[in-house]
């Protein structure tokens, strides 16, 4: 097989969690330019979705909107339920929905801990059992890729790096790396490969106040050695070489797609 065919997700079915806006949109539509049809799960705002539904059609494939909460149950379930009535069994499921709740951590309310958990870490459990269950529901499609499925989950460089001020956040992280872990060593030998990227700072609404007060950008570059804030398909075109057969070997790791901010950028001046 030629190394551009690997690449190719032509056949196959996507599911991309929070895709109605920013990196979820980007993975999207990159799944779909690699020839996947896509089931654009939203939250809250139809507009977005309906916008990543026709960039998707525009590139020849099918897509569906969604909506539906990712901390809820019955609302994941629905939503590979209707993925299969209109797209057929997923192959690709990316966990991508995620938000922030900032406060200090003595100022944090129960909530602002409770939401974030809910969504960034209960919500990749969920959509991950459920992407499993049906995996293996599907069986194997040897005709479009060598594995039985592939789930990605879309962590952060803060699963790795502290965050003062965002404690639950980083908390919600660095549970999703070891839940995307254990997942994939629990279910790698039935052809399932789980593995997550992790985002430095991507310009999309989770971080427009903080890029756009005064100063924000410059403080922002001085953490990224590669001199730039990341596009969200910086983000969406490694999702897609994930989720092809080019990256069949590997297996529960984290590609970090940041510009290089995990690498202590602070200590460039000789520490
Ligand atoms: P965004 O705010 O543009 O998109 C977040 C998406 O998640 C939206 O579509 C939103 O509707 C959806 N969402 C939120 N709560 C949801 C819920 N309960 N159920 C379903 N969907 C829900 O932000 P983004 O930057 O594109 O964030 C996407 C992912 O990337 C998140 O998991 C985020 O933590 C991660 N990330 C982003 C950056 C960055 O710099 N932008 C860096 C690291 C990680």
């Known amino acids: 097989m030629a190394s551009s065919d690997l690449l190719s997700l032509r056949g196959q079915v996507a599911v991309v969690t929070g895709a109605s806006a920013g990196i979820g949109r980007a993975c999207a539509v990159e799944l779909a330019r690699a020839g996947a049809d896509v089931a654009v799960s939203f939250h809250g705002s139809h507009e977005g979705a309906a916008e990543t539904v026709s960039r998707i059609e525009a590139l020849g494939r099918r897509a569906i909107a969604v909506q539906g909460d990712v901390g809820t149950e019955t609302d994941v379930i629905s939503l590979f339920d209707e993925t299969e009535r209109q797209l057929g069994p997923a192959d690709i499921v990316v966990s991508n929905a995620g ?3 900032d406060a200090a951590l003595s100022d944090m309310t129960l909530d602002d801990w409770e939401t ?3 969504t960034n870490l209960t919500g990749g459990f969920l959509i991950a059992r459920e992407a499993v269950r049906r995996f293996r529901a599907k069986g194997r499609r040897p005709e479009v890729s060598r594995a039985l499925g592939k ?3 879309d962590s952060s460089v803060h699963q790795r790096i502290p965050w003062a001020l965002h404690v639950n956040y980083a ?5 999703l790396k070891l839940l995307m872990e254990s997942v994939a060593q629990e279910v790698a030998s039935e052809g399932i490969r789980v593995n997550a990227v992790a985002p430095g700072a991507i310009a999309t609404d989770i971080n427009r106040t903080e890029r756009e007060k005064q100063g924000g950008m410059d403080a ?3 953490l990224i050695p590669h001199g730039r804030v990341g596009d969200p398909e910086d983000v969406g075109r ?3 070489f994930l989720a092809s057969d080019a990256s069949d070997y590997i297996v529960g790791q984290t590609l970090f797609v ?3 901010m995990a690498l202590y950028p602070g200590f460039r001046g000789n520490g």
């Open 99 to 101: 938000l922030q709740r």
């Open 116 to 118: 974030v958990i809910r």
């Open 151 to 153: 789930l990605i989950f």
């Open 171 to 175: 908390a919600s992280k660095g549970g």
């Open 220 to 222: 922002m570059l001085t």
């Open 238 to 240: 490694v999702v897609a």
């Open 258 to 260: 940041d510009g290089g």
